[in-house]
């Protein structure tokens, strides 16, 4: 999943720590060497299978939380609004943190600790995590009894039908793909061509594909097996949407929630208020709790700007808190140094990386393209999100927290000469004939971006490039760049993987099947070999092969077709303020868990 602009497992997930020691990278962070073992036990243990839990599991309410009590406001600072609010378009980490108190599906991780570390995936609205006695080709799920939305209508196998048919409707683009390839069983686009229309037009899936035989029982049939299908109903982008109260695409701007909390009000850019939702029963639900009255968000408050306001501790700012925001760069030496300041902190490994995309579309010739990756310097990114503390440079585009990571790929000499090496860049360039060639180098338009675009540029063109910033909004950055028909050459994401493989990060983000508006296939990297690769891993059900698999594709891509040039490996510090309690960093939804908040 996308990092907000970032994806990561099931819902989302976070930022990483730096294993590794950051030459050139360290000003403007804090050192990062007495939290190096730990960061990298917290990779390894992100690496581990998550089991799938049976009905026991699946029973609520969840624990408490010790020490929690209900009631009062919760402030909420976040810098990015949100641009969509129907699950099925949700695929970012910041409405996926959000997902988590509106939204819920027949599957979800359930925290087995109060470390955030320990999770299992259990049935959510479902009786239990699924049940399969073919090795994953057909799946049942039975629904809880008690089940409603907000509205108070009752959460039916009618809902779920409406909630999976209209994923193939053409306004449907944002979201994951996984379980419509699955239901189609292809690859790639090609999926919408099973129900082009949705349920929108009277066509429905046939029973072949998708059961609904009464009003509590789905079964899905898969031509091939699918033993992951739990992991990825988890996700908010398969969670259930009213049948009844189903606006097509309005629906992205007022859903009709499942979860512990309902939608008050909403001003996009500017506000949201979240309240309880009455209907929602605890006895239905092992996943959540609900302690807050009421979640005041207010949109817009960049990184700095919200720890400041955390750090002063006064007013409102005591009970405040920011799902996704981290202590800005200028500020995070200072929060860890000072034990009073860092124990009201959380921090973690992501399972997202970075990367520069290469426009494929617009530079054909790979020693262009190769000229780019040398040339391009890291430290100014991850100087601009606080160094050591904050980033790790990358090798390749396999986060440390998934199977198949391997330490010692550093294809471009990144961890070696974090700042470029444009000498060799513009060698490469002079080959090619295109010294002074234009770059469009498209930005997020926050003060970090904007820091660390500047210094990129100013890289390469040392390198002999002519390089042409353009900003982009914050809260649409990901839906513009996830335009196939984009104007820019390069531009920065993040992603991580839905769950602890690589299988949902190499074929989401390079098969060139899947490359159309919304995809996350950013580099419009169309590669045949790439393609035949995929689907020739994603038939091995070895998990040591599978993942040596994913390693080579890894591999080959960045040594023989250079689409893109990874920057860093994540990790996250925030902070709340004094009177926030059960405040934890979950590995799962990589930041605070906020279905554990509560009020002091």
Partial sequence: MSRGGRHAYTVVSALAAGAL??????????DASDNSKKDQDNAKAQQAAIKFGDAADSTGPAKQVPGAKSGGKMEVLQRDSYAHLDPAQIYVSDEG??????????????????????????????????????????????????????????????????????????????????????????TGADYRKLLPDGPYKGKHLPDSILETPDAKTIVFHFKTAHPDLPYALAMAGYAVVSKKGDTQAKYDKSPVTSGPYKIQSFKSGKSMVLVKNTNWDPKTDPIRNQYVDEFDFTFNQQFETSTKALLADSGADQTGVSFNNQVDAGNLSKVLSDTTLKARTVAGYQPYVGQMNINMNHIKDKKIREAIAYA??????????????????????????????????????????????PDKAKKLLTEAGKVGMKLTFGYINTPEGQQYSTAMAAGLKKAGFNVQRQEIPAETYYDQIGKVDNNYDIYHTAWGADWPSASTVIPPLYDGRAIADGSPNYSHVNDPKVDSDIDAANALTDPAKSAAAWEKIDKYLLTDVVNAVPTAYYKQVQIAGSKVGGLVYDNVIGGIDPRRLYIK
């Fill in 376 to 421: 391009l310097p890291i430290t100014p990114f991850i100087r601009a999100y606080g160094g050591n503390d904050a980033m790790e440079v990358a090798g390749g585009f396999i986060s440390p927290t998934v199977t198949g990571y391997d330490a010692k790929f550093d294809p471009f000499g990144k961890k070696a000469k974090p700042a470029g090496d």
């Fill in 97 to 186: 943190s959000l997902a988590n108190l509106i939204h819920r599906g027949l599957t979800g991780y359930k925290s087995t600790d109060d470390k955030g570390v320990g999770h299992e995936v259990v049935g959510d609205l479902a009786t239990d995590s699924g049940t399969t006695t073919d090795g994953g080709k057909t799946w049942k799920y039975t629904l809880k009894d008690g089940i409603k939305f907000a509205d108070g209508t009752p959460i039916t196998s009618a809902d779920f039908r409406q909630t999976y048919e209209r994923l193939f409707a053409p306004f449907i683009n944002q979201g994951p793909t996984y379980l419509q390839q699955w239901l189609a069983d292809t």
């Fill in 21 to 30: 020691v950051l030459t050139g990278c360290s000003k403007g962070g804090s």
